[in-house]
């Protein structure tokens, strides 16, 4: 089984841009399809992207959708999550997740390992 740790996140003013990373751990990571993920305060963890265990689909929440780009290197173990334009409302914290599947999961039920997740505040 994998593990995975995030990085990446801060503080941006509304309309920057970050880069979030999801290094994982084990020789398996090309057989999870992987997940991102994020959870503010009082409100429910929501999908943001996911991506096939050999990068070829990708899926969006409707909300990122434009913004946000997911990617992986899996000879290098990580997951990217691009984010542009970034929005007050797109303050969260972000976790990666993996599933042992190829095909993608939009719910959190969907994985099953979970990163420690990465701070992003978007200031407006």
């Known amino acids: 089984q994998v593990q995975l740790v995030e990085s990446g996140g801060g503080l941006v003013q509304a309309g920057g841009s970050l880069r979030l990373s999801c290094a994982a751990s084990?020789?398996?990571?090309?057989?999870?399809?992987m997940g991102w993920f994020r959870q503010a305060p009082g409100k429910e963890r929501e999908f943001v992207a996911a991506i096939t265990w050999s990068g070829g689909g990708t899926y969006y929440a409707d909300s990122v959708k434009g913004r946000f780009t997911i990617s992986r290197d899996n000879a290098k173990n990580t997951v990217y999550l691009q984010m542009n334009s970034l929005k007050p409302e797109d303050t969260a914290v972000y976790y990666c997740?993996?599933?042992?599947?190829?095909?993608?999961?939009?719910?959190?039920?969907?994985?099953?390992?979970w990163g420690q997740g990465t701070q992003v505040t978007v200031s407006s």
């Open positions: 997740a993996a599933r042992a599947a190829q095909g993608m999961g939009a719910t959190p039920y969907d994985y099953d390992v």
């Open positions: 084990g020789r398996t990571f090309s057989r999870y399809a």
